[in-house]
């Protein structure tokens, strides 16, 4: 990125964290810094051009050129977006306050008007170049076309949200029990999942602690290997300058003071390589013990599925079981309605019966 420290210079600068679109699904966003990073402005005088620049170390996680076409599109109040079709991707940045966010959309709008009008001088300039030789050719006058690429935000996917609800009936009181059931079967079901969901969330982040303490202590292990076998070659070359010194050697007083003195550091290197032997088998145990914990995490998620499984059971036979209650509560309403008909019909019944019988003792009467 020497290229450009040596033509550009950074007009507006702020802090963020930097985020791309996935290019497999084109919507879930991939962290690019592990921490905030400086987001910088940069102008081109030689090119003319405003660029987004960020670099993490030494690798530059934006490059961005700045199109009269973009936009900057505030997601929320301290996260923004824009697209790089040149790039081919989608570029987010996470302020700590919307007071920066603002302050960088702001700085965006104010750079992309500037392109636009850099681009509009370089097109008039462009065209009174052109103007002559056309003329003398005696041509139509066109103005020179620049191939720019189409600029925009991805839509935002946001999925949508629907509530069924249905009209609750009303149970009377020889379907209460059965709705109680019902009640019983759906809440103990929600609650297990909710359990299992919560236990599946924590052993996720033990499992991610443990993974990152797996790979540091298995950097430390091929750390430790290799300056257990650089110990073990020191010690043999100790032994095998023992052994020379033991047969060379005609003062029996120094060499014997001098073989102590290497057996003493034998001895040290002998300890500090028991303890890290000692320390590896700490390890390995840890190693062990995260493997544990995964197939604990695998079958606790087995069991959530499980779980889920009996979830969508138990609503189906609710949702089976209401539609049986209404329908029962629909023919006893037919019931009703049939026993009102019958009673009105007997009513009637009763009614000529009566006229019938007061029309006989009349007859009797006049006899």
Partial sequence: MGHFKQKEQPIFSTRAHVFQIDPNTKKNWVPTSKHAVTVSYFYDSTRNVYRIISLDGSKAIINSTITPNMTFTKTSQKFGQWADSRANTVYGLGFSSEHHLSKFAEKFQEFKEAARLAKEKSQEKMELTSTPSQESAGGDLQSPLTPESINGTDDERTPDVTQNSEPRVEPTQNALPFSHR??????FSSAISKHWEAELATLKGNNAKLTAALLESTANVKQWKQQLAAYQEEAERLHKRVTELECVSSQANAVHTH??????TIQELEETLKMKEEEIERLKQEIDNARELQEQRDSLTQ?????????????????????????????????????????????????????????????????
């Fill in 259 to 264: 073989k102590t003195e290497l057996n003493q």
């Fill in 303 to 367: 069991k959530l599925q499980e779980v889920e499984i009996r979830n969508k059971d138990l609503e189906g036979q609710l949702s089976d079981l209401e539609q049986r209650l209404e329908k029962s509560q629909n023919e006893q309403e037919a019931f009703r309605n049939n026993l009102k008909t019958l009673l009105e019909i007997l009513d009637g019944k009763i009614f000529e019966l009566t006229e019938l019988r007061d029309n006989l003792a009349k007859l009797l009467e006049c006899s």
């Fill in 182 to 187: 019902i009640f019983f079967l759906f809440y």
